[in-house]
């Protein structure tokens, strides 16, 4: 039976096992890589208490049982290839004479590489449920042009929804044009499902008549208000005349 084929994996580098220079020395892999924060403050999942040491239950008990300090890896081919041809070409750019074993546990992106992204600091929908520490995005390491929007493929249910969100990010704040749009999603972005430019540019792209109506309609709204208040000023101010000269 043959192997199952992907462009999108996912692997373990311990750094007790690696090679000082390891980040560095996958560059040579040729592939765009993503490298997440240490996770060093990992919750150790136990099944059986009667497994463990004094030591480790005492930890245990404290909520402070941890798993061994690790890193998750993505890695992005162009074309598809098994995990064991990924495995191999891996250990051939880490592996040594010293320390062999490096790659651990090669696996093929599943449930989708923005999924596997946010679990890199525990922002992915099953860490937060789990209450797994969160580590900071700031900390990802990127390698060789890796581009996580580049990757994820938005379905039309993606799509239909960032689209909702954008129209309703113009109609609560009065967003008259691309410039303000663009200024407000930088800063609030996230907030509305949208979390770079690439994707509020392909959104816009793919809906720009449904945007310009947004548009319009935010401006027309402005200027009728404006109107409004205007003819408003202009009558108080002729009722004052009108009123001083009976007086």
Same mark, same amino acid.
């Given at each position: ?31 765009? !890589? ?7 403050? *990992?919750?150790?999942?136990? @099944?059986?208490?009667?497994? /463990?040491? +004094? =030591? #480790? ?17 993505? !890695? ?7 995990? *064991?041809?990924?495995?191999? @070409?891996?250990?051939?750019? /880490?592996? +040594? =004479? #010293? ?149």
């Amino acid at each position: 039976m043959a192997k199952p084929k992907a462009r999108h994996f996912t692997f373990l580098i311990y750094p007790d096992s690696a090679p000082d220079n390891w980040q560095k020395m996958l560059q040579e892999a040729d592939c765009p !890589i993503a490298i997440s924060p240490l996770h060093d403050k *990992d919750q150790r999942e136990v @099944k059986d208490l009667s497994k /463990l040491t +004094d =030591e #480790e239950k005492e930890l245990y008990d404290k909520g402070e049982l941890l798993k061994k300090p690790h890193y998750h890896c993505i !890695i992005v081919y162009t074309n598809t290839v098994t995990a *064991d041809a990924v495995r191999d @070409k891996l250990r051939k750019v /880490l592996d +040594d =004479e #010293e320390k062999k074993e490096v790659v651990n546990m090669v696996q093929i992106i599943k449930k989708g590489i923005g999924s596997m992204y946010q679990y890199l600091t525990h922002e992915s929908v099953t860490a937060i449920d789990e209450g797994k520490y969160k580590y900071d995005k700031a900390d990802i390491v990127h390698l060789n042009n890796f581009d996580i929007d580049r990757y994820i493929v938005l379905d039309a249910h993606d799509k239909e929804d960032m689209l909702n969100n954008l129209l309703k990010a113009i109609d609560g704040n009065g967003i008259e044009n691309y410039k303000q749009l663009t200024r407000f999603m930088a800063e609030h972005g996230e907030e509305y499902g949208i979390e770079s430019r690439k994707q509020l540019t392909a959104i816009i792209k793919s809906n720009i008549g449904m945007i310009r109506l947004a548009f319009d309609g935010e401006y027309q709204e402005r200027k009728r208000a404006e109107e409004k208040q205007m003819y408003k000023q202009k009558t108080q101010y002729g009722r004052e005349i009108n009123e001083n000269e009976d007086l």
